[in-house]
């Protein structure tokens, strides 16, 4: 067995780092929009970033001459709810628009609805830290769930919240720029209450059968070998491994109902029944191994000076995302998505007028090779979304870090597509099996 016939081929973005207009037709500011400065490489912002708020008509044919069967994008929060109690209807015309573009172009819309550009009126009053973020964050999903859920079939809670939540509140890389360890148990219970409240409206009032899901990071540690040994070390260090980072933290609560040892203090059985709400889909982000994040050959001692790595430095190991894949399945039970995957490399577009990246179709050769392995193997993988459809403002980084498949001059916001873009559409065509 292969690729199902309806598998979702698809490519994924972010409203902050796409869309620009950050504060046109009645947005709101969000963290990343007004906390930021001084934090951004060479001082970016997002005020433009691929400026796909106006030229989204542009960006879907493009996913459509690329036939792509899916596209998963994020609302961005604080222009649909510019302030407390305000509803942005022009916000919310844009989504209706791109969604219709998208529907109109035979592409599934896949909703995120919380991709880490919190509202500044709900940072002021505390953001992730005030458990009345949860209110909040059901309020604004009633709102998107109410106009976009007759078109749109596949929704995504919160992206990464283990990158947010430690980044934003804990080490200080992310916006909005906090380090408060300590408050890290009650930023998860918060989050993951927010979570499960927005499922539960989802599926109160969606239109469509809704298929809900998360998209945590979801990477897996790669067993020396085989053996049940090692399979069941790998598995090990997978969920328990990385601590609050780790998979077990964010997902065992949501899925299992089961309560991590390190959040007891601040998970009540009472939570629990908000946040263990039934999912129709398993998603993750994978870019890595695990256990190559880190750069330290004393931590990890297969790292070697000029390994296989992404423009980001970051290593490239294929075989994670079978194990990621293959781990996930077996231990919540769900189908999978892959909802994000991909790598930077400084392209640029040549003198034929191209933009040639060997590089990256070979990391999407071999990462889509080791996702085959685990379809063939019984595990029910139903979609991968190419992270990213666009190249666009990669955070704390700016515009430095080039994942599209089309390559964007932030000069012109000329967009050409990539030879990794036409190699995914030979993929899609033959539905993975000229891999
Ligand atoms: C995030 C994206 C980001 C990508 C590459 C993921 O952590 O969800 O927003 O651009 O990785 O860094």
Redesign the pocket.
Known sequence: MSFPQDFLWGS?S?AF?VEGAYNEDGKGLGIWDALAEGHIRLNATGNVACDHYHRYKEDVAIMKELGLKSYRFSISWPRVVPEEGVINEKGIAFYKDLVKELTDAGIEPMVTLF??NLPMWMHEKGGWLNPQVADYFEEYAKVVVDVLSDKVKYWMTI??PQ?FAGAGYVDGGHAPFLKMPAMFGKITRNIMFAHGKAVKVIRERAKLAPMVGM?P?GSAVIPKSDSPEDLEKARFETYEGDGPNGNAWWADPICLGIIPEGLRNDISKEDLRIIHQPLDFYGF?I?TAQNFWTQDPKVNPELYDGMPRTG?DWAIKPESIYYAAKFHYERYGLPVIIT?N?M?NPDFVMMDGKVHDPQRIDYIHRYLLQLKRAVEEGVKVIGYQY??IMD?M??T?GYE?R?GLVHVDFKTQKRTIKDSGYFYAEVIKANGENL
């Open positions: 994924a972010a780092q991709h880490w992206n990464e990158l998209a990071t982000n870019y980001f994000e991909g930077s992270w990213s666009n990669e955070w980084e870090r994942f």
